[in-house]
């Protein structure tokens, strides 16, 4: 029997993202970067890859790691400033795999490959141009987050660019690009040689001032280059200068004609009905990276989220995303993300996979400094960073922390049709007699579903309730807080 697929859609202790889903035979592989689990700066990890079936996207198999940083010879011996950074994966003429990626402290794209999808990537070099000078080495603007397209005509494109002005650490004297993402043609013989000139070729994709004016002005490109082709169109995939957004632009080339298409998802829901902007959002937003692909005959956005307080433990999550009259309208977080539909009305669910969470404050932009706790619940994991390289991983799970007063953790969607019963497993302290869990199954005022009376519980404690009939095959649960009161929310229980 297949398993339900939820978001994040690896175990909860993984912090895989960045990703770039491709398919391989009959299953889906991620190439992503690596974060640690209250890690001080992104990417300190190696690179790991996980799959799975395309009949059961539900259960992923880890395969271990794949590319260690110290196999790259450029590799500086600071690691915590020079991570590797959001890579893709395209598959040779001669069936090889090869993995472009950027690390920190070269300003160049490496190239890794391998003779399986997921087995150990060696060092292959770096991307050149004929007289053997690495692309961004000749002044050029910052090459960064490489996305690659073998096309069906059997031409490979590398597509670059970074267009944050403000982080120097990062830019290591090279200059942010003005004019967009470059696109740079490779030869697939060796992979690594660009035989499309000397010269930078732009993709007209507008950024900063260039974009002022145009269809691109509320999205300019900021990063994370992705190119995808369906159906004979192209789709560039980007992150704009708001960082939490997934955009794209759609064009009959693959090197130009570029026309803005809109948002894919946000972090953070920005942008849907009653969501205006970062304060408002549905789970306290960072930056973003993914890419569009087909599966099972449905379109999913691959994303990721924040946890723990701060933006780099991200995680992999990814949604269904509709396509009507030629554009893709912007998705939803969910819960169920590639689970093909509602999960079912009778199990239990951790409550990391929780797809909205926010504090009577709203929520906020994070930064790579623990935000405070004050009212606002967040996800987290006790202890440290798991590695299952060391080992069987058998910690607990990822939780919501400080679900408080005022405060609201959603999950999305169920087929309730047949539930009779909710628990809700808690941790933590009552302060007040009328102390209680809400549940509705709309945001904001909804109607009460169901009330739970709790009580102080220094262990984890389970409270249950009726819950009336009438409901539907796709509905949200909300759960707040009454009262006064501070708990860790463990895992709910439909029965």
Known sequence: MNKQAFNPYL?????VPDAEPHVVGNRVYIYGSHD???GINFCL???????APLDDLGNWTYHGVIFKREQDPAAPKIRVTNGLAAPDMVVGPDGKYYLYYFMGGTKMISVAVCDEPAGKYEFLGYVHYKDGTPIGKRNEPFQFDPGCLMDEDGRLYLYTGF????????LDGSQPTKEGPMWFELDTSDMLTVISGDELHYLGVKTGEAAKGTPYEAQPFGEASSMRKFDGKYYFIYSSLNSHNLCYAVSDSPTGGFEFGGVLVSCGDIGLEGVPDVQHARMCTGNTHGSLIRLNGKYYIFYHRHSNRKQSSRQACADEIQFVNGKFLQAEMTSCGLNGGPLAGVGKYPAYIACNVYGRNGTRFLSMLKHPKGADPFLTMKGTDRDPEKGPVNEPDQYVSNFCTGCTVGFKYFDLRNTKKLAVTLQGYANSPDCAVT???KEHGGDLLC???????TKAQTFETDLPGGLGDKEALYFSIEGKGTFDFVDFELK
């Open 451 to 457: 009330k739970l009376p709790v009580i102080t519980c």
């Open 45 to 51: 990890g190696d690179y790991v890859c996980w799959s």
């Open 439 to 441: 549940v509705r199954t």
């Open 36 to 38: 640690l689990f209250n």
């Open 163 to 170: 267009a944050f002005g403000g982080n120097p650490i990062l």
């Open 11 to 15: 175990p909860s202790w993984e912090y």
